[in-house]
């Protein structure tokens, strides 16, 4: 590691106003300073580091030419934002980045008034923009809405429902396409650029303008055709016709790293008459860091890491991922049934299907930031007989919660969801936090709902999965690594609905739901050394609930416990409703809950989030210590 870089120019800019009084001439210092400025900082902390060092220019000329925070700037996604963090008055916090206290890894209303709308999911930035670009039409405000959006964002649909909808805000909606991976434009070379500044300039737009004022006024045929001719003539030279027909005024594409491109272009745009426009912007993620231009996936996302070097820190090995073992699983289940496929929503390394891919392409689909096409891809799949698994995170399969519902569930349709990332985060914070699966697919009929308690009931998971028809199936797990368990040969294919006692009590029962077992076995040993003989149960399934399994706990046991790492009305809702519905509480059971709380809770290390959340084992025995203190005081005012 080395100390902070020397950064004269940007220690003069402590918020955009600061910068807007440099010259054009110093942008280019500004941004050198800014890019070390943020590889220093992301070296000492980790993080998004390649998509943030590409926009380091962008975001200089961005608001070096727009009058942020008036004109409000939406980034999509948000993990490229911290070079905008550093320039919009939090650069003495930048290396609290994705750490508890500290600054979030993405944008966050609360943290800035340069932050106008949180996001760390995709392709929403157009639709906010465009909303605030109305709202300041409406109430004649003068502020713009400026949504900077990738290009693997843009194969989502709801950029083109935004794009669809947009003329309304006229020349208040500025999209910036930010290409950086994808390719969709021909090479930039200096015919392009020249021509994005001249289509962008106030003669041609007056005369563009004049032009069409005269083609009014000829018949609406020759009217049409002058349109027509204007925009395929535009379209040739530059592309963006798909943009044109949306009704955007396309200019590009433009070389994102060329401050003299950059500023005059942008100022066209910002005092255009047209609207709305679209610009086309080429980038390239780790833009002015060797290690991260030479290897763009391998530094998006960094832990820690040397400036010098580019090595980043090692972690201390163990145990494999819940998300390798499921890839390795799944990939023993297609090579046994050639009707396995799997699916994935532009996420292949990070939900393991990029594994299962190398060795089964044709069975293995990334349909880019599409989740609802995903789900009913999957499926039309299964309706044809095949096996898909559809391998989203929890969080990110919220976004498709209508397609699961009319798509699948009520179809009764065997898609199998492996869902990843399922409780508490860590760096992420509340945006990926996969809080809420379990009551969303818990309510719908025809599912089945398992949640993981460990790495060696995954594997039997996933090998259920494979060979359940009977409807669709969802199995759970969490990130990181699993806990050291010997991942079994042989699988075991799970009776649907069916739990597992992992220690036998009389007095105190726990009943367990995913990886807080661990937590659940440490309570028990501490409340068996109280001389309260303690059941644990991994349920192994939220739905269908183990009835017979619950019933007889409950009705052998002084104090029931459910423990779930998810939100109100998962599993303890579900006990809680059978209990109610046969009458188990009237003997004087006492049952408890344990969940997630009611909150978005912010980034910080799992531990100390779950330790927060109250569901690590300390936690669990006060619960049992205060249902039968409750218990005991109740009897007493019976007696009495």
């Avoid at 990738?150 to 794009?163: I, K, L, P, V």
């Avoid at 398992?450 to 990130?479: C, K, N, W």
């Avoid at 699988?491 to 649907?496: G, H, K, M």
Wanted: hydrophobic share 40%; charged share 20%; with cysteine.
């Amino acid at each position: 590691m080395t100390a902070n870089p020397a950064t004269p120019l940007l220690d003069k800019v402590a918020i955009p106003s600061d910068l807007r009084k440099l010259e054009p001439g110093q942008l280019r210092q500004l941004a050198d300073e800014l890019r070390s400025e943020m590889i220093s900082a992301v070296g000492q902390t980790g993080g998004h580091l390649g998509s943030g060092l590409g926009v380091v220019e962008l975001t200089v000329a961005i608001h070096y030419v727009f009058n942020t925070p008036d004109d409000r700037l939406v980034w999509d996604v948000g993990h490229q934002a911290y070079p905008h963090k550093i320039l919009t008055g939090r650069r003495d916090r930048i290396r609290t980045l994705r750490q508890g206290g500290g600054l979030s890894g993405f944008t966050k209303r609360s943290e800035s008034e340069y932050d106008p709308f949180g996001a760390a999911h995709s392709s929403t930035s157009i639709s906010a923009a465009l909303g605030f670009a109305t709202a300041n039409r409406l109430s004649g405000k003068p502020g713009r809405g400026i949504a900077v959006i990738g290009d693997g964002a843009m194969s989502a649909g709801m950029a083109y429902e935004a794009m669809n909808n947009a003329r309304s805000a006229g020349n208040r909606l500025v999209v910036i396409l930010n290409d950086n991976d994808m390719s969709i434009a021909p090479p930039v070379g200096g015919l392009s650029s020249y021509l994005a500044r001249l289509v962008s300039s106030q003669q041609f737009l007056h005369m563009r303008d004049f032009a069409r004022k005269i083609s009014r006024r000829l018949p609406e045929p020759l009217h049409k055709a002058a349109r027509k001719t204007d925009e395929y003539a535009r379209g040739l030279a530059m592309g963006g016709t798909l943009f044109e027909e949306l009704g955007f005024y396309y200019v590009g594409p433009i070389d994102g790293h060329n401050m003299d491109q950059l500023v005059p272009i942008l100022e066209n745009v910002r005092d255009a008459p047209e609207g709305p426009c679209l610009v086309h912007v080429v980038t390239q993620k780790g833009k002015g860091y060797g290690p991260a231009e030479q290897s763009a996936d391998k530094y998006h996302g960094v832990q820690k890491f040397d400036v010098v070097t580019g090595e980043q820190a090692k972690s201390a090995g163990g145990p494999p991922s819940y998300t390798n073992v499921f890839a390795g699983q799944l990939i023993k289940e297609a090579r046994a049934d050639t009707r396995v496929c799997a699916i994935t929503a532009a996420m292949p390394s990070g939900t393991g299907v990029d594994k299962f891919a190398n060795e089964f392409p044709d069975r293995s689909f990334d349909v880019g930031i599409a989740e609802q096409h995903a789900v009913t891809f999957a499926a039309g799949l299964a309706a044809q007989g095949m096996r898909p698994f559809c391998a989203i995170y929890s969080t990110f399969l919220q976004r498709a919660f209508d397609q699961v519902v009319h798509d699948v569930a009520i179809q009764n349709l065997p898609v199998r969801f492996a869902i990843d990332r399922a409780g508490l985060v860590g760096a992420d914070g509340a945006t990926h936090a996969g809080s809420f699966d379990v009551t969303y697919l818990s309510t719908l009929p025809n599912f089945v709902v398992m949640a993981a308690a460990d790495e060696a009931e995954l594997v039997h998971m996933v090998h259920t999965a494979a060979h359940y028809d009977g409807g669709p199936i969802a199995f759970r797990y969490p990130r990181g690594s699993g806990t050291g368990l010997e991942l079994p040969e042989n699988p075991e294919r799970l009776a649907i609905g069916k739990g597992r006692i992992v220690r036998e009590g009389s007095k105190i029962a726990l009943l367990s739901l995913g990886t807080r077992l661990g937590e659940a076995i440490k309570a028990a040993d501490q409340l068996d050394a109280k001389g309260l003989s303690t059941t644990v149960a991994d349920l192994r399934f939220a739905k269908p609930l183990d009835e017979e399994l619950i019933r007889r706990l409950m009705t052998s046991h002084e104090v029931v416990v459910t423990i779930e790492e998810g939100s109100i009305g998962g599993l303890g809702a579900h006990v809680l409703t059978m209990a109610s519905d046969e009458g188990l509480t009237d003997a004087g059971l006492k049952i408890r809950t344990m969940r997630l709380p009611d909150l978005f809770q912010d980034q910080d290390k799992p531990e100390k989030q779950y330790d927060a959340a109250g569901l690590n084992s300390p936690q669990i025995i006060e619960t049992v210590l205060k249902a039968l203190r409750h218990n005991s005081a109740g009897v007493r005012e019976a007696r009495a």
